[in-house]
């Protein structure tokens, strides 16, 4: 049995699986134990027969008088994220609600200069080359070349750890995305020069089948490792430690918004493109990572090309 946090309801083993489900995905999923902490006290309080949700069950695990706002929304949202993992795996009498929340949502994600990213992976590269001939150069080097895609193409976390050598396309460009966040499959696009660094990456390390990237144990790379490798690079630089890891993500966008403004793509067009290519659910999703761009919009007027698609190739930088 699993009890890795000693839940103690009809349900313990499934929660476990839930937290263990989520995080191979690439979430971090560490503020959520708390609420699931809160959904097991209930079921187990509830003294559950049998492993079911009804109507009233579902109630009683969402009526919490001690929260609002943000913070209630994300304890339902969880609870109904389980009630779906369960009925993924085919558990039968599982109810839940699509209770929609309108939540403001106040973080503003760090957005480097073009200096500052060179410098970033200029210390990756640093870094991975005090290990070579040791233990670690493969992981570091690895890690160097994954935070590349994450800046260069715009990806998640989830999405990056789970590229296989087959997901690559070098005649093409691309790698397929397949079955991502709210399962949405996609193709994104890099560059030569993101090209170049991946068939190097695979030559020298002779890889030929699978995970593009693995851990020390051969394993698929924990996105925890990931985010603590970010914040002692960001240490070694002396930039920004409040940056997350998914900035990068934050910062493609604007980068890829400003490089197509600039060669006079039309706005409008622009945000359906990325709305597509980052794999987002909605067109207002893609204008959220976009809060943060400045542009000039009379420079985009004057111009004012025709678009074509054919013209992006992903970011065209040093990466």
């Not at 503020?31 to 949700?53: A, C, G, Q, T």
């Not at 080359?129 to 150069?137: E, G, L, V």
């Not at 990572?289 to 007027?301: E, Q, S, V």
């Amino acid at each position: 049995m699993l009890n890795n946090y000693d839940f103690k309801s009809i349900f313990d083993d499934e929660l476990n699986y839930f937290i263990k489900y989520k995080r191979s995905l690439g979430l971090k999923y560490e503020n959520e134990i708390f609420r699931l902490k809160y959904i097991d006290n209930i079921l187990y309080s509830l003294k559950l027969k049998s492993k079911k949700v009804t109507k009233e069950t579902f109630y009683k695990l969402t009526e919490r008088n001690d929260m609002q706002g943000e913070n209630y929304a994300r304890q339902y949202g969880v609870t109904k994220d389980f009630c779906k993992f369960l009925i993924s795996n085919e558990y039968k009498n599982i109810y839940y609600e699509n209770k929609k929340f309108n939540v403001i949502n106040n973080y503003k994600p760090v957005i480097f200069n073009d200096n500052e990213i060179s410098l970033l992976f200029q210390t990756m590269d640093e870094y991975k080359n005090k290990f070579i001939n040791k233990k670690y150069y493969k992981l570091y080097y690895s890690y160097s070349v994954l935070f590349r895609l994450l800046y260069a193409c715009g990806l998640r976390v989830s999405e990056v750890i789970k590229i296989t050598i087959d997901d690559i396309n070098f005649a093409e460009n691309t790698i397929n995305i397949i079955d991502s966040k709210r399962h949405i499959s996609r193709l994104v696009i890099f560059s030569n020069s993101m090209k170049k660094c991946l068939q190097d990456y695979i030559k020298l390390f002779d890889i030929k089948e699978g995970l593009l990237f693995r851990n020390n144990n051969d394993n698929i790379i924990n996105a925890n490792s990931l985010r603590e490798y970010y914040k002692k690079i960001l240490r070694l630089c002396n930039l920004n430690t409040n940056s997350h890891v998914h900035d990068l993500r934050h910062l493609f966008c604007n980068k890829a918004l400003n490089q197509m403004l600039e060669k006079g793509y039309d706005e409008n067009v622009v945000i359906v493109y990325l709305y597509k290519y980052m794999g987002h659910k909605s067109i207002t999703e893609t204008e959220y990572y976009l809060h943060f761009t400045d542009y000039n919009k009379k420079k985009l007027i004057d111009t004012n090309d025709t678009f074509s698609k054919n013209l992006y190739e992903g970011v065209d930088l040093d990466d």
